[in-house]
């Protein structure tokens, strides 16, 4: 069963969400929170395998409430996935900085809710990779300046290629055919990556590859 924590400040749209969500055998909303200090409240007493966090609220805004969440060792088990609004919100890079598994549109289509909620909670994979490439494409195109995380030196070509194709929102299975290795061997170049370079999951591995320069958002 994966247990969903809903925070979002529109009582309509939480009340959307869990219904679509609970109508599911292997989904459970065990909570609900209006802004990022219920939320993180909430999570601390339910740990729950999945928040999903919107990014815009009043009192603590998502961003803040993703920190709070990452930084906190007894939630290591919480994995953050940011609900916006597409083409006004300017602060989805930030969140995956925060340590956010990734991002939701508020308009996506139900189908694709369901998929990614488990994706997110098996962490095998990025969220909506599409409108990932767009967003970070947009958010890193001048970034403040590249820096290289500490590991980075210490990967294999092939892990390098994998976190390249993992950057352009390549699944496993799609890494793999590049690749033409199987997809178990695909999985075990980005789970190695990602322990070397110290990313928290896929999305934080993506953050990396475009902030040391090894991802280009202009050739994508």
């Known amino acids: 069963m994966i247990r969903v924590l809903l925070v979002d400040d529109q009582p309509l749209l939480r009340s ?3 219904a679509l969500l609970d109508a ?20 601390r007493e339910y740990l729950p ?27 290591a088990g919480v994995r953050v996935v940011i609900l916006t609004n597409y083409g006004s919100d300017e602060y989805v890079f930030k969140a995956l900085r925060s340590g956010a598994a990734g991002f ?8 694709d809710l369901l998929h990614a909620v488990r994706v997110a909670a098996r962490g095998d994979a ?13 958010y890193v195109a001048q970034p403040p300046g590249a820096e290289v995380s500490p590991g980075m030196e210490e990967l294999t070509n ?8 993992a950057a352009r929102g390549l699944s496993n299975d799609e890494i793999a055919d590049h690749m033409v290795i199987s997809p178990l061997t695909a999985k075990t170049h980005v789970n ?24 280009s958002p202009l050739h994508r």
């Open 16 to 18: 959307g969400f869990r």
């Open 24 to 43: 599911e055998d292997d989904i459970k909303v065990v909570a609900e929170g209006a802004n990022g200090r219920e939320g993180l409240a909430l999570a």
């Open 49 to 75: 395998d999945l928040a999903l966090i919107d990014i815009q609220m009043p009192v603590m805004d998502g961003i803040e409430a993703t920190k709070q969440i990452v930084a906190d060792p007894d939630l």
């Open 104 to 111: 939701l549109v508020k308009d996506i289509v139900p189908d």
């Open 126 to 138: 990025l969220l909506a990779p599409s409108i990932t490439r767009m967003l970070i494409g947009r």
């Open 158 to 165: 092939r892990e390098r290629e994998a976190v390249v194709l």
């Open 192 to 215: 190695r990556a990602m322990t070397k370079l110290r990313a928290r999951d896929r999305a934080q591995l993506v953050v990396f590859a475009y902030e040391s320069g090894l991802v």
